[in-house]
T-cell receptor
Framework: EAGVAQSPRYKIIEKRQSVAFWCNPI?????LYWYQQILGQGPKLLIQ????????DSQLPKDRFSAERLKGVDSTLKIQPAKLEDSAVYLC???????????FGSGTRLTVV | AQSVTQPDIHITVSEGASLELRCNYS??????LFWYVQSPGQGLQLLLK??????LVQGIKGFEAEFKRSQSSFNLRKPSVHWSDAAEYFC?????????????FGKGTTLSVSS
């Protein structure tokens, strides 16, 4: 089966600019996650969707980050305006029901200068 | 608080030697446990997972892990390390009774392999 697709792979922007990331999960996976992985740390959950509804966005900095999952399939994560501390890898993962693991995409590496 | 601790930030092992990466967790519910590996510039690849049953689980690439409930540990082992195993390893925990809930990750252990 095809994996979790993410784009772009890399992005360099200046602080205060905006940026958007895209994720296409594995077909049929109802649950989608966005994680932020800062260099030297483990991934941290930003937001979790179940179909097109938000399950957990308690760690999403809502003053600058937003995410949506239209039609319960693809998802976009946006940062506006970006700060230097947003430099990180943004990972998308999806999961179906049952005792399956979580499948991660390759991530988008964001550098804010 | 729910957390995962990987005590070793960086480990260096000689090629062919055995490896053990430590993972301790604090979790209020029955846990699902995972080990992921991440090569530079790559996403996370699942090595193995524990849900229930036999506490010794086998994974890909010759890795295994043992769940010890009394010690709240899920250590990763490999009997003979190859140079290609150099990467970052993450332990993660999720709840067994809440399907879909997000994983909590440790900070990772970087493995270097010397020749």
């Amino acid at each position: 089966e095809a994996g979790v697709a993410q784009s772009p792979r890399y992005k360099i922007i200046e602080k205060r600019q905006s940026v958007a990331f895209w994720c296409n999960p594995i077909s049929g996976h109802a649950t989608l996650y966005w994680y932020q992985q800062i260099l030297g740390q483990g991934p941290k959950l930003l937001i979790q969707f179940q179909n097109n509804g938000v399950v957990d966005d308690s760690q999403l900095p809502k003053d600058r980050f937003s995410a949506e999952r239209l039609k319960g399939v693809d998802s976009t994560l946006k940062i506006q305006p970006a700060k230097l501390e947003d430099s990180a890898v943004y990972l998308c993962a999806s999961r179906t029901t049952g005792k399956d693991g979580y499948t991660f995409g390759s991530g988008t590496r964001l550098t804010v200068v | 608080a729910q957390s995962v601790t990987q005590p070793d930030i960086h480990i260096t092992v000689s090629e062919g030697a055995s490896l053990e990466l430590r993972c301790n967790y604090s979790y209020g519910a029955t846990p699902y446990l995972f080990w992921y590996v991440q090569s530079p510039g790559q996403g996370l690849q699942l090595l193995l997972k524990y849900f229930s049953g036999d506490t010794l689980v086998q994974g890909i690439k010759g890795f295994e892990a043992e769940f010890k409930r009394s010690q709240s540990s899920f250590n990763l082992r490999k009997p003979s390390v190859h140079w290609s195993d150099a990467a970052e390893y993450f332990c993660a925990v999720g709840p067994a009774n809440q399907a879909g809930t997000a994983l909590i990750f440790g900070k990772g252990t970087t493995l270097s392999v010397s020749s």
